[in-house]
């Protein structure tokens, strides 16, 4: 059981940057799946999260109208789609299975964390 994140990379100001999360062991649509990210001498952040037993998708308000999660259930895997980066974003992004179907950030599973670094 485990999660795989990728798609991390250096992005311009303003670019944008897709993240994948493969799931493998388990199926991601029985789960409610989050997105995490800490930057560098910070806290962990929520970015964002989606619920599929009620179909709702939430964000921080720092990167709403920017980010978009989405999920595909034939490859077990869900998106962070990434535009209008700014340097703020710049920060290992952790994808992270809930114990439910809830967005109650009660995480019982990892990825391993993509790093993020939005810069001239």
Do not use: H
């Amino acid at each position: 059981v485990q999660l795989q994140a990728s798609g991390g990379g250096l992005v311009q100001p303003g670019g944008s940057l897709r993240l994948s999360c493969a799931a493998s062991g388990f199926t991601l649509d029985d789960y409610a799946i989050a997105w995490i990210r800490q930057a560098p001498g910070k806290e962990r952040e929520g970015v964002s999260c989606i619920s599929t037993i009620n179909d709702k998708t939430y964000y921080a308000d720092s990167v709403k109208g920017r980010f978009t999660m989405s999920i595909d259930n034939a490859k077990n895997t869900v998106y962070l789609q990434m535009n209008s980066l700014e340097r703020e974003d710049t920060a290992v992004y952790y994808c992270a299975k809930e114990e439910g179907n809830y967005c109650l950030k009660e995480y019982d599973l990892w990825g391993q964390g993509t790093l993020v670094t939005v810069s001239s």
